[in-house]
């Protein structure tokens, strides 16, 4: 290899976007840069009540040109831009955006730059409940069963009950719309300078996983599948892909544009994007049967296995299957829950709430103190519930159930709800929170149980993301539900990393990601043993959060 070999990793989070230039010799982090979503932290386009979570597309362009060039600046500048070969990218999803025949999101229009349903489609946006059913209804008339690679059921999280919802829903931006597009397939077509939405590469990730493709079906189901299920997607397949590119394939070169506004080479290669977990799963060096747990607002767990192991089989109730979405040549399975750390992050800021009015209304302080004190404050809440749920004894009765966002897996249904059993007078913030963290973790095992009573060995896991490294409580906490050590990925920015070992692959500076995971993955420092003392009381506790889950589920039936 060539010496002052760089690539750029993009990471899209819910919250931010954050690039990393990584040395492609030896994975070492040169610089990075962070920048928080201005229109998605005011709130804008959003209306949690009705699970309406959308972002502007200018939000993700500035942050992209932001973060890059910061970087840039950090390292070293142009001496360090000369040696930048690669770019990738890796976004949340399902995430999808309405786009004109030039792939131009909608919201970058004129008449659409306020209209939230010509915005990017959040993944924990869940507007589209009505269609998922409608979907999962629909798939039972025919004689192939189209869902049967996303375990049996489709989400509203996904691209199919996001499109058809958002057709319904504005006349305006449905006569408008050319095709539907992934944040992951959107950014690299954007930095190549694509000018025709029929020519953007679709990752095999993005596509395999939520929008129904399938190497089995030749591609998309048919165009009968889905007029049949309501005429305004007739003929849409048309306007949408047959073939899928894995992540290590370039999606083309750097447009004279964005060369120059990033102060790069056009010779720069853009790989093609893929979602932030199973990108995050490869900076995190996951290993055959090791389930990767991405674990931020949400988790995303990942597991990959030789496609000839699985030889045909079916696992039920999951977020997919898809040959090539993780590692090219593995099986990529995806699972995991819809909120985690949003759990946590819903019961500071309900604890929050009565300081922060207070403290704005207050006359003894002025405006900018009273922000700084709110913001100091709400910083410390999760650290400090932390340390004291810590000090409480396992087998307390507060018992809660982490469907705070519907359930993912397994067996995705949105309407679920949370639910928090057990209360008393003595039920204090820091026993709440205790059951709240119980939750995520119980939720977590039955992901585990669920890969293995499908026949799908999980023989370790591999934790990575903020909760990961930040959360000693809740990492010991699930070792002590799973019953199983928990190795901790040494880098924080693993979802970035793994997209700058797909930039290395792309770019051909390695045969492939194995090869660029195995030279530039920086390992673990941290593992997590289970405490067989706690075992069989969260045994007990597990039977119980099973039979709370049970019954709220026949409530919201």
Sequence with gaps: ????????????????????????????????????????????????????????????????????????????????????????????????????ESGTPLALLPGFESNPHAMFVLWKDHTGIKEAQEINEHATKFDTNYLQYVGGIYSSEWFWAKLLRTLRADEQVRNALYSWVEHCDWIPFLLTGGTKASEIKRGRCSAGHKALWAAEFGGLPPDEFFSSLDPLLTGITDKLFKETYTSDVPAGNLSAEWAQRLGLSTDV????????????????????????????????????????DLDGKLIKGICGQVDGSVIPGMLGMEAGQSAFGDTYAWFRNLLAWPLQNLLSQSKLIDAQTAGALKEELTGKIIAE??????????????????????????????ELKGAISGLGLGSDAPRVFKALAEATCFGAKKIVDRFISEGVPVKGIIGVGGVARKSPYIMQMMANVLGMP????????????????????????????????????????????????????????????????????????
């Design 1 to 100: 290899m060539q010496m002052d070999t760089y690539v750029i990793g993009v990471d899209y989070g819910s919250d931010s976007v954050r690039s990393v230039i990584v040395d492609a010799q030896n994975g070492r982090e040169l610089a990075s840069s962070v920048f928080y979503y201005p229109r998605w932290q005011q709130g804008l386009y959003c209306n949690a009540p009705q699970n309406q979570f959308r972002q502007h597309p200018l939000d993700y362009i500035e942050g992209l040109e932001t973060t890059i060039k910061d970087c840039i600046a950090k390292a070293g500048g142009a001496s360090i831009a000369a040696g930048i070969k690669a770019i990738a990218v890796d976004t949340t999803g399902s995430t999808p955006v309405a786009v004109d």
């Design 486 to 557: 928990i190795r901790i990925h040494k880098h924080e920015q693993t979802c970035a990393m793994g997209a700058a070992m797909f930039a290395a692959a792309a770019a051909g500076i390695y045969p492939n990601v194995e090869a660029a995971m195995a030279a530039m993955g920086s390992g673990f420092d941290m593992e997590y043993f289970p405490q067989h003392e706690s075992q069989a009381i969260y045994a007990k506790r597990y039977e119980q959060y099973n039979k709370l889950g049970g019954f709220i589920e026949q409530q919201t039936k």
């Design 269 to 308: 290669v853009v790989g093609v994007g893929a979602f932030d977990a199973h990108m995050g799963a490869v900076g995190g060096q996951i290993e055959p049967y090791h389930l990767s747990k991405v674990m931020g607002t949400s988790t995303c767990d990942i597991l990959v296995a030789p496609t000839t």
């Design 385 to 414: 519930l932390s340390k004291q749920a810590a000090l409480l004894p396992v087998d307390e009765n507060e018992l809660a159930v982490d469907w705070f966002n519907g359930r993912r897996t397994p067996d995705a249904n949105q």
